[in-house]
């Protein structure tokens, strides 16, 4: 099974007169793990249940094999969500069922399976998430981190191609948390679906995924590579991706334009950011771009990373020198040669691999001195 992609492209949604989002653009590349950052409100869980058809946005659209799910038929729509699988916020479990009913119900409700092979496929996927021997537990009897990890064996039963993670990491420890994202690159490794993972865990962000992504003021204000948001010097991202008070974003409301250059100004004199190592130059530091998590030793090396490498080799003349240079790390000597020979054509369907809308939208201008 190979994960498929979904590709995005001018995507708005309002609730009555109140605009989510608009003109979202993206394509998630097929197998690759993506994370979509946000603050809190600006749409992220929209934007997931727009993915699965359970809303409809009133512009753009959406294709999956083919399929613009935003167009098509009820029952091409009952067809194409049979490809994915979601990791819902709370884990979304019924409480009055044990965990092998819960992860049973979709097979029970969407197969004919006989109980033998519901059975077998319970079992083997509460194996893969570490919750063998926890099928007669009810899920007010366990903990906060074996109910996701039991939404997860849920949201696998059906083998998707795509899996979405709405927070997967909320409300769990940081031991746990690793743990999960170790378990979230080692299911990519066996299934090699597509992933997008909503978190506002920064380790997460920083660790996990292969593109990045940040909705902010109503818009996809940047989406890439992970070295792409990782190195970015747009004020926006660096706060994110640091979790800092300093800059655009405030705590209910933006900010007023003074206020956000006099905060940058005393960051930049505190000699910067520890995380993202931005100096007091601006200069990017050895530390911006962390190692992406391999899968466990014992598992088969993520068939998408070779596709991934292949796609963004291509693309590096479409960044910055600085997020060049961290894609050009991550490259393995052939693809590196091939680059610099320049033999290397852009990606097929490329335009939606990475888009910085971030000057359309008006985010302020950072400190760019040293660039
Ligand atoms: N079914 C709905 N009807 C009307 N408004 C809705 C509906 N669902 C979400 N909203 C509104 O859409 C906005 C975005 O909500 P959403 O839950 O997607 O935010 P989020 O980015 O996931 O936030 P958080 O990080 O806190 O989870 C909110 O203002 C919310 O009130
Ligand atoms: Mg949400």
Redesign the pocket.
């Known amino acids: 099974m190979v994960g498929v992609a979904v590709e995005v492209e001018g995507l708005t949604k309002s609730?009555?007169s109140?605009n989510?989002w608009s003109d979202v653009t993206l394509t998630l590349p097929p197998g690759e793990i993506s994370v979509l950052l946000?603050?809190?409100?600006?749409?992220?869980?929209?934007?997931?249940?727009s993915l699965v058809g359970l809303?409809k946005p009133e512009r753009g659209s959406i294709v999956i094999s083919d399929t613009d799910i935003v167009r098509c038929s009820e029952s091409r729509l009952y067809d194409v969500r049979k490809l994915f699988g979601v990791l819902f916020?709370d884990g979304a479990l019924f409480g009055s069922m044990d965990l092998f009913d819960n992860i049973a119900f979709p097979l029970r409700e969407h197969t004919r399976k006989t109980e033998a092979e519901v059975r077998r496929i319970v079992l083997e996927k509460m194996d893969m998430v570490g919750l063998q021997g926890a099928e007669r537990k009810l899920p007010g009897e366990i903990s906060g981190g074996m109910r996701k990890r039991a939404g997860l064996a849920r949201a696998l039963v059906l083998d998707p191609e795509i899996i979405l993670f709405?927070?997967p990491d909320s409300g769990l420890d940081p031991v746990r948390v690793a743990y999960l994202n170790q378990l979230i690159v080692d299911l990519n490794a066996q299934i090699d679906a597509t992933f997008l993972i909503?978190t506002?865990d920064i380790g997460t962000a920083r660790t996990v995924p292969d593109n990045l992504g940040l909705?902010y003021r109503k818009h996809l204000a940047m989406f890439g590579p992970r070295e792409q948001l990782l190195t970015s010097q747009e004020p926006v991202v660096q706060q994110f991706l640091n979790g800092r008070r300093e800059g655009p974003i405030g705590m209910s409301e933006e900010k007023d334009v003074a206020q956000v250059e006099a905060e940058m100004a005393a960051l930049q004199a505190r000699g910067g950011d520890r995380h993202n190592g931005v100096g007091p130059k601006g200069a990017v530091g050895g530390d911006a771009v962390p190692p992406q998590l391999d899968p466990s030793p014992g598992l088969p090396e993520r068939r998408a990373q070779r596709r991934r490498q292949e796609r963004v080799a291509r693309m590096l003349h479409e960044f910055d020198p600085a997020t060049a240079d961290a894609i050009r790390a991550s490259l393995p000597a052939d693809l590196l040669a091939q680059a610099d020979a320049g033999v290397l054509t852009p990606p097929a369907g490329g335009r939606h691999w990475a888009t910085d809308s971030t000057q359309a939208i008006g985010v302020l201008p950072g400190p760019r001195d040293g660039r």
């Open positions: 609730f009555g109140q989510i946000g603050p809190s409100g600006t749409g992220k869980s929209v934007f997931l249940k809303l916020q709405d927070e909503v506002h909705l």
